[in-house]
């Protein structure tokens, strides 16, 4: 299995990326976790499609192809989803070779340093993936609060928030194994 990581703040230090790079190692021996990279994904525009287009658009289609499922990591903005995943499941939707989210799994795992979790841009993403067939893991939901208390002095996430991290892993390839039989 190959599960594509997707975190939604382009910031290279963000809290969202060191959660992201914490999961990754977190995946059994028989897992490929590997970051789909978004950061140059122009805004989609339709004038930007065809063959006097960007080749991005192609880019990150053909990468999305690559994986059966993904995990998405994202921060909150304006109680709402980071913009750059918005733009990639857009872009990617409407692929002239067709839609490559098409029931495939997902999960959100969301993180601030705000009290909440980023619950609202959680939830947001998710309602998003109902239009382009994802198939969202239901539990557990993964809402990290004042994020910045996860980590130590010397950047080292706790034991706590990386058992936690680990079950909601464990929880996501048992998720994408049962949707691939279900498809299958």
Same mark, same amino acid.
């Given at each position: 299995m190959k599960v594509g990581l997707i975190v939604g703040s382009l910031r290279k230090e963000s809290y969202n990326r060191k959660v992201a790079e +914490? @999961? $990754?190692e977190l995946f059994p021996a028989n897992v490929e976790a590997e970051f789909i990279d978004i950061t140059n994904l122009p805004l989609y525009n339709t004038d930007l499609e065809g063959e006097n287009g960007t080749p991005e658009? %192609? *880019? /990150? *289609?053909e990468e /999305? *192809? $690559?994986y059966d499922g993904y995990i998405f990591f994202t921060p909150e903005y304006n109680r709402s989803l980071a913009p750059a995943l918005k733009n990639l499941i857009d872009v990617v939707s409407v692929d002239p070779n067709g839609n490559a989210w098409a029931k495939k799994p997902a999960a959100v795992f969301s993180a601030t =340093? %705000?009290? !909440? %979790? +980023? =619950? +609202?841009s959680n939830l947001a993403l998710r309602? +998003?993936? /109902?239009? @382009?067939?994802?198939?969202?893991m239901q539990q557990p939901e993964v809402y990290l609060s004042t994020?910045? #208390?996860?980590?130590d002095?010397? %950047?080292? =996430? !706790? #034991? *706590? !928030?990386r058992n936690f991290l680990a079950k909601a892993v464990d929880a996501f390839v048992k998720h994408a194994e049962l949707v691939s039989r279900q498809e299958n």
């Amino acid at each position: 299995m190959k599960v594509g990581l997707i975190v939604g703040s382009l910031r290279k230090e963000s809290y969202n990326r060191k959660v992201a790079e +914490a @999961v $990754k190692e977190l995946f059994p021996a028989n897992v490929e976790a590997e970051f789909i990279d978004i950061t140059n994904l122009p805004l989609y525009n339709t004038d930007l499609e065809g063959e006097n287009g960007t080749p991005e658009y %192609g *880019r /990150v *289609r053909e990468e /999305v *192809r $690559k994986y059966d499922g993904y995990i998405f990591f994202t921060p909150e903005y304006n109680r709402s989803l980071a913009p750059a995943l918005k733009n990639l499941i857009d872009v990617v939707s409407v692929d002239p070779n067709g839609n490559a989210w098409a029931k495939k799994p997902a999960a959100v795992f969301s993180a601030t =340093m %705000g009290p !909440t %979790g +980023a =619950m +609202a841009s959680n939830l947001a993403l998710r309602q +998003a993936f /109902v239009y @382009v067939d994802l198939i969202p893991m239901q539990q557990p939901e993964v809402y990290l609060s004042t994020i910045q #208390d996860s980590f130590d002095e010397e %950047g080292n =996430m !706790t #034991d *706590r !928030t990386r058992n936690f991290l680990a079950k909601a892993v464990d929880a996501f390839v048992k998720h994408a194994e049962l949707v691939s039989r279900q498809e299958n």
